[in-house]
DNA sequence: CCGACGCTTCGGCCGGCGCCGAAGCGTCCG
DNA sequence: CGGACGCTTCGGCGCCGGCCGAAGCGTCGG
């Protein structure tokens, strides 16, 4: 039945260095155990502890590869609640002068969870959309099919998964839209492997976009 | 920016007490703080200092009424976010034999948040597809439209509704999906309105199949 | 083999928070 | 107006759980 132990999995979540975790995680790749202790700010042992009630919980997954074990979010079931949570969490002040850097480039260009956000996921959704590259229903128009499959983007490919195809998600930023979905997933995905935006950090949210980047997403009249 | 304080979030709902709380508020009608505080099995200032941090966490908002206060969902977002949260909570073991018979009441007819869910919720959606009501890709056909319409849905105010439209949801108990979404919703409110179903208790998402309800839905091809 | 390395397990400390009863405050009714 | 009722605030108690350092286990490299 439907009935599931809401508490425990909140209290999962609700530690804050089990929270940093999940974040880091919801990078979309799988990190090591000394990683994700750095990224907590907790001892390798606290952070095993942690990694093991989450394990335990299913909401994370392991893989062992020689001594390390590297740990990833366990599907896209739990990818979609802690965005789904994170979208009615309070709004975490930023603490520090030191960080107010490193907010605005988050603000300019992130992930969420897999997808492009912050202004530049905010203008490319407002792209796609007027020039007609997606209908308001955020179906792919054929214009937009010849569009993307130029980017790279296998739009087949995405619209078989099993996750939603397309949709809005509400950006906190900038409190409009930008795009979500296996289709967001999979631009992003194209985009950076074009080399359109680079990780900033290998362990950070945050995007630079290129020189390139820039003159792309130009033509298609977005402007950032 | 889209970073939250997810781990406050999570806390919130990390509690017992509180995720029970949420868990009834789930039925969507908003409830008195003594109502509440009977529900999670503590004391009223227990019970008042709990609802004090999830109104302040914007879990929940309040309407004062005379002397008592009613709480409820603050809003879609949350409770997208609890049903999200509810799928990848591990299954909750039916701690004693007092509460089986509960249990099997649940798993027969139940809401999920404020759709149809359990055996019967489940039914109703194969039998949608089967008689092809709705397409594969959760649409309603033109026979669809005539259908619901006879029962009382107003299928086009659910379409406008800013939320998804139908989707699947998988049922815990039957491990396949049954209806959610904006057209779930007004189903199951219309088949609640025409007594095909009643609620088993005022404070239960438990529901009890009417023999109208059964002759209806049997016309439809499906088997409770 | 033996040491370095990554990770987990164990023991013990300590702070935070969930709990209750008593008291305080506002609302409805005779 | 006084009492009943619903709810919140306050003070104090007890326990769960997060934290660390030390020790144990498996893997890689010389």
Not at 28 to 34: F, I, V, Y
Not at 121 to 135: E, M, Y
Not at 146 to 151: I, Q
Not at 164 to 188: K, M, N, S, V, Y
Request: contains cysteine.
């Amino acid at each position: 039945m439907h009935d599931t132990d809401l508490a425990a999995a909140g209290a999962l979540i609700g530690d804050p260095s089990r929270a940093r975790m999940l974040d880091a995680l919801m990078g979309g790749r799988a990190l090591a155990a000394g990683e994700l202790a750095r990224v907590a700010g907790v001892g390798r042992s606290t952070a095993s502890e942690h990694l093991a009630r989450l394990l335990d919980g299913g909401l994370v997954e392991v893989v062992a590869q020689g001594r390390h074990r590297y740990y990833r979010i366990a599907g896209p079931d739990v990818g979609a609640a802690l965005e789904a949570l994170s979208h009615v969490a309070p709004p975490r002040p930023v603490a520090s002068l030191r960080q107010s850097g490193h907010a605005r480039a988050l603000g300019h260009a992130r992930t969420c969870y897999d997808h492009l956000a912050g202004v530049c996921g905010v203008a490319l959704h407002d792209a796609l959309l007027a020039g007609d590259w997606l209908t308001p229903a955020y179906d792919v128009t054929p214009a937009g099919a010849a569009g993307l499959g130029s980017w790279g983007v296998d739009v087949e490919a995405a619209r078989a998964q099993r996750r939603a195809f397309a949709r809005p998600c509400l950006d906190w930023t900038e409190r409009r839209p930008h795009l979500a979905g296996a289709l967001a997933a999979a631009i992003t995905g194209s985009l950076v492997e074009r080399a359109w935006f680079v990780r900033r950090a290998a362990d950070s949210r945050a995007l630079r976009l290129t020189d390139a980047g820039r003159a792309g997403l130009e033509a298609l009249g977005c402007v950032v």
